[in-house]
């Protein structure tokens, strides 16, 4: 069974700074990879999806993939306070695309 | 137009009572899904319908229902609502196929059960 870890747990940024989330997985074979992010009592917005190692950008979001490493990360350049929200890992796998996701990173990105 | 609807937003249960949550999609998505998402805790997959067909996972199998009457509306059903089902409940569509597996999550129904 597929288990996602994030770390940290929480982390807080100034705003402009470089905010790094990491997010490692136990099986590899696993399709994809997203980031979603959450605000306050409203529901997920995918951030990013990734599915090859490397690096994949969209916008101030870059996600990198190392599957030998089972791990994935997300950085968010020049953060804002409005990014302040709980990131979440998801790792797809399996014939009905199921997600897996990890616990979240709570970011505060200070002004 | 990627939207998922959920009705209510906010849900206040009393313990023992029954409890419907609502969700629609217009983007013709063959597969929805629920999740329970509690503070600090991942989002937990309850359930999904892909087309008319219910799977639902095997802890969570005989606490919640689900019915989807058409290809847009999909409900989740407690027949008796515990202390332990206060969360937030997020629906999700998916329209199945090559590169298309992307999950659109709605905005969430907060339940809180007294």
């Known amino acids: 069974q597929q288990k996602v870890q994030q770390s940290p747990e929480s982390l807080t940024v100034s705003e402009g700074a470089m905010a790094s989330l990491n997010c490692t997985f136990s099986d590899g074979t696993s399709n994809n990879f997203r980031w979603y992010r959450q605000h306050s009592a409203k529901g997920l917005e995918v951030l990013v999806s990734?599915?090859?190692?490397g690096e994949k950008e969209e916008g101030r979001f870059t996600a990198h993939l190392n599957r030998a490493n089972l791990h994935v990360s997300l950085h968010i350049r020049e953060p804002q306070p409005s990014d302040s929200a709980v990131y979440l890992c998801?790792?797809?796998?399996?014939?009905?695309?199921?997600?897996?996701f990890g616990k979240g990173t709570k970011l505060s990105v200070k002004s | 137009d990627t939207t998922v609807k959920q009705n209510p937003r906010y849900k206040l249960a009393r313990v023992g009572k029954p409890v419907n949550l609502i969700c629609s999609q217009t983007?013709?998505?063959?597969?929805m899904y629920w999740y329970q998402k509690k503070p600090n805790q991942a989002p937990k997959l309850l359930l999904f319908?892909?087309?008319?067909?219910?799977?639902r996972e095997a802890d969570t199998f005989e606490k919640f229902q689900s019915s989807r009457p058409n290809n847009s509306f999909c409900s989740l059903y407690i027949g008796s609502a515990g202390l332990e089902y206060s969360a937030m409940y997020l629906c999700?569509?998916?329209?199945?196929?090559?590169?298309?597996?992307?999950?659109?999550f709605g905005p969430g129904t907060r339940l809180l059960v007294l």
């Open positions: 983007m013709n998505h063959d597969t």
């Open positions: 998801a790792v797809t796998g399996g014939s009905n695309a199921k997600l897996t």
């Open positions: 319908y892909y087309d008319k067909i219910l799977n």
């Open positions: 999700a569509s998916r329209l199945t196929g090559w590169g298309q597996d992307t999950q659109y």
């Open positions: 990734i599915f090859s190692d």
